[in-house]
């Protein structure tokens, strides 16, 4: 039904105008996408990602490419690559580039070894990770080194006696400015646009099918923010 009533279209968010001309989605909900509410938490972090003009992407547990074809049609000159292990999940990224324009821009690939992201990451990349875990392994500056010159946003999951969060800071504290967002629930004004659901379509169409306590994690360059700070003193003189 928000397939129908949006036209498969993004009404809203950071990818607001992205074309889903597949009426589906990999490992996660279609209808909070195509409502533009899906992780709201992190719209701003996404924006000023943008602002910065990353000249490569890694979106690591791509999906059916919502960030990895989202980013690259906000980034024109940005070369994106999608890391999907799913096989239908990369036929899907395939389809959703191709629509959108950016097919040439968006390099499919399969699973995200600790090589591969050590050799993508020797110049300075944006990373969007979502790995059900994986991150623990994944997002680790001693095993690909370039990390400490990436800006990341990562989704963090949580397994036994494992504080993803800490483990993070650890990692990154001395080298990135650190800010994390946590879930914070939907409700059915959210989908207030769409007209011909009722209030409890509604309430279903914005439910991502999360638990609370789930948290996000923006790593931003401590030296990028110093290069960007000298740069708006140079202007203002």
């Known amino acids: 039904m928000v397939a129908e ?23 996660s909900a279609l209808a909070p996408k195509l409502i533009g509410s ?19 992407i890694l979106n690591i547990g791509a999906g059916e490419g919502y960030y990895a074809v989202g980013m690259a049609r906000r980034l ?12 239908k999940g990369q036929s899907l990224i395939e389809a959703l580039a191709k629509a959108n324009g950016v097919g040439e821009r968006v390099h499919v690939r399969g699973t995200c070894s600790p090589t591969d992201l050590d050799e993508l990451t020797r110049q300075p990349a944006l990373i969007i990770c979502d790995i059900e875990g994986g991150e623990r392994e994944l997002l680790d500056p001693v095993s690909a080194h370039g990390l400490v010159d990436c800006e990341i946003i990562a989704e963090l999951h949580r397994g036994r006696g494992v504080d993803m969060a800490g483990e993070m800071r650890e990692r990154f504290g001395e080298t990135h400015t650190i800010t994390m967002a946590g879930y914070e629930g939907r409700d059915a004004s959210e989908a ?10 509604r309430r279903i169409a914005v439910d991502e099918r999360r638990r609370h306590g789930l ?11 110093f290069q960007r700070e000298a740069s708006l003193r140079h202007l203002q003189e």
Not at 48 to 54: D, H, M, N, Q, V
Not at 194 to 199: D, E, F, G, K, P
């Open 38 to 56: 899906y992780e709201r938490e992190i719209h701003g972090f996404i924006e000023k990602a943008i602002t910065r003009a990353p000249p490569r």
């Open 215 to 225: 948290e996000w994690i923006h790593l931003v360059p401590v030296e990028e923010l």
């Open 5 to 27: 009533e949006t036209r498969g279209i993004v009404r809203s968010g950071p990818f607001a105008g992205l074309r889903y001309p597949i009426a589906d989605a990999a490992g």
């Open 192 to 201: 207030a646009a769409l007209s011909r659901l009722s209030t409890a379509e």
């Open 76 to 87: 024109p000159r940005a070369d994106v690559y999608a890391f999907e292990t799913d096989a």
